[in-house]
């Protein structure tokens, strides 16, 4: 299986302020017919199912918040949340899902410090 | 509005037999692969298995083969996840998810909580 890798596990950061996450591949997930990155984001609140963030390593879900931004390509990415509100604490979840079986990172905590 | 739907949560015993079920609605079941997904209690994601509704040819995840049974039925639009022999570390919560080809899991069942205890 394919491993994904994020760090840091939790990272504490104040209203207002950037929080960056980052996760790498075992393997490149960039298929070169088309150029994508088939790597996604998740959101998971308490009590709650996750939540499609970003697809393609860095488009957005419709909906989304533009606060919310990934880049990367290959086997390294970033989730960029650019000003954390209050309402953005949860658990971060890279995904890969050009392999089967999907795999996820083991999660980043985000809280506000 | 696209909705996947879980059946309630659910207590065993070790050793019991448990299937549950993942209702979708809102766009063609054939049109689009099913996941299951387990979260064990303060734990992340892990795939169990992936199924196509329209011929219900499934894969499961080599942890996962064996253990787990993956089934759908076209007529009612429902995915299902069984085990014929609970552990209790088959405790978890787990959720169903739409595999959108391009763009990874999209929509999401609010999740069932098993729970297997003697």
């Known amino acids: 299986d394919i491993v994904m890798t994020q760090s840091p596990d939790s990272l504490a950061v104040s209203l207002g302020e950037r929080a960056t996450v980052s996760c790498k591949s075992s393997q490149s997930v960039l298929y070169s017919s088309n150029n994508k990155n088939y790597l996604a984001w998740y959101q998971q609140k308490p009590g709650q199912p996750p939540k499609l963030l970003i697809y393609w390593a860095s488009t957005r879900e419709s909906g989304v918040p533009d606060r919310f931004s990934g880049s990367g390509s290959g086997t390294d990415f970033t989730l960029t949340i650019s000003s954390l509100q209050a309402e953005d604490v949860a658990v971060y979840y890279c995904q890969q899902y050009y392999y089967t079986p999907q795999t996820f990172g083991q999660g980043t905590k985000v809280e506000i410090k | 509005e696209v909705q996947l739907v879980q059946s309630g949560a659910e207590v065993r015993k070790p050793g019991e037999s448990l299937k549950i079920s993942c209702k979708a609605s809102?766009?063609?079941?054939?049109?689009?692969?099913i996941v299951w997904v387990r979260q064990m209690p303060g734990r992340g994601l892990e795939c169990m298995g992936i199924i196509s509704p329209g011929d219900s040819d499934t894969r499961y995840s080599p942890s996962f083969q064996g253990q787990v049974t993956i089934s759908a039925d076209k007529s009612i639009s429902t995915a299902h996840l069984q085990w014929s022999s609970l552990k209790a570390s088959d405790t978890a919560m787990y959720y169903c998810?739409?595999?959108?080809?391009?763009?990874?899991?999209?929509?999401w069942g609010q999740g069932t909580l098993v729970t297997v205890s003697s």
């Open positions: 998810a739409r595999r959108h080809l391009l763009h990874g899991f999209d929509y």
């Open positions: 809102g766009y063609g079941f054939t049109d689009y692969w």
